[in-house]
């Protein structure tokens, strides 16, 4: 049967995101290359089971491409979805770090329990917490 192996998300910063996803959320990092013939910079990141790439477009002399990505609406979607032990804890650490949460945490209760939040990227992150 097939496996989810990883997500990439477009990022303007490949320093800044790979700071966030560490830092921040707390990924282990994996390794990161520059692929001047296909015109991009990636990294990949663990994430439980699957990995996360980050993925920065360059341009045709290989410097960063600009992009922007609209604000996130609900329902968030698309998003990447976390696992975490404790969506509360996550909340408020992502907090203390200065990052808003879009929405949550949410619950269903005896389910489950999520929160959104954005990257700098405007790439939206779900915390899910099954109880």
Known sequence: MPRLDH????VADLDASIA???ETIGLPFMFRELDTDHHEAFAYLEAGGGNLE??????????PAPFSTPAPEPPYCP???????????MAAR????????????????????WAYVADPDN?????VQWL
């Open 54 to 63: 980050l993925l920065q477009p360059l341009d045709a002399e290989n410097r």
């Open 7 to 10: 997500v990439a998300l477009r």
């Open 79 to 89: 998003h990447v979805a976390l696992g975490v032990e404790d969506v509360d804890a």
């Open 94 to 113: 992502l907090g203390a770090a200065g990052v808003p949460l879009l929405a949550g945490p949410l619950e269903i209760p005896g389910k489950v329990r």
């Open 123 to 127: 790439n939206v992150l779900e915390f």
């Open 20 to 22: 966030f996803y560490t």
